[in-house]
């Protein structure tokens, strides 16, 4: 995962040059700002390779907003040993999550910031064909750090990008200001 610290630093670093020669002036997220966005995690955490959620920022002040989400994914794999035929594990995660984030930076057309979240993890697994879920343990609290960049193709609908952990290494989506 060491490209993804690279990605934080890098975030950090192009967002601090930024703001510091004066080139941030215009915004596209302030004071006041509610975002709702349908996200697709990708790079899959374990077994899931494919998830999907929502989320929410409400900003309180010009940088700082809180974050709401959800996500869920689901998978399934087989496992098959001398004398047990085939066992089916089938597995289901959804993630309830809250926190902040900052914004080191935005124009009119660009806002970058990170952030940091807790929440739980709602997991479930089954299984089927003769196998038995003993010993098997799921969900339970979370806590997660992302940096997070929105890209404005209007003034009321950005493309997402967040790196971090969560249902994927990766989250795209799709954001609306209301």
């Known amino acids: 995962m060491n490209w993804c610290r ?6 950090v670093a ?4 930024l703001v510091e020669s004066g080139q941030a002036e215009a915004r596209s997220v302030d004071n006041g700002d509610m975002l709702v966005g349908l ?7 374990a077994g899931a390779s494919f998830g999907i959620g929502a989320g929410l920022e409400k900003m309180i002040t010009p940088k700082v907003g809180i974050t709401g989400a959800a996500y869920y994914a689901g998978y399934s794999e087989s496992l098959a040993g001398v004398g047990m035929g085939s066992i089916e594990y089938s597995y289901t995660n959804i993630l309830l999550t809250a926190g902040g984030s900052y914004h080191f930076y935005t124009t009119d ?8 979240s807790l ?16 010993g098997v343990s799921a969900g339970g609290f979370i806590w997660s ?28 989506g799709l954001d609306f200001k209301l």
């Open 14 to 17: 192009t967002g601090v040059l």
């Open 119 to 134: 929440g739980y993890n709602v997991a479930s697994v089954s299984v089927s064909g003769g196998g038995s879920a003993s």
């Open 109 to 116: 057309k660009l806002d970058l910031s990170a952030g940091v």
């Open 145 to 172: 750090g992302m940096a997070q960049g929105r890209y404005f193709f209007t003034p009321k609908i950005s493309g997402y990008l967040g790196l971090g952990y969560g249902l994927g290494y990766a989250t795209i």
């Open 6 to 11: 690279f990605f934080v630093l890098f975030m």
């Open 39 to 45: 996200r697709v995690p990708v790079g899959g955490v």
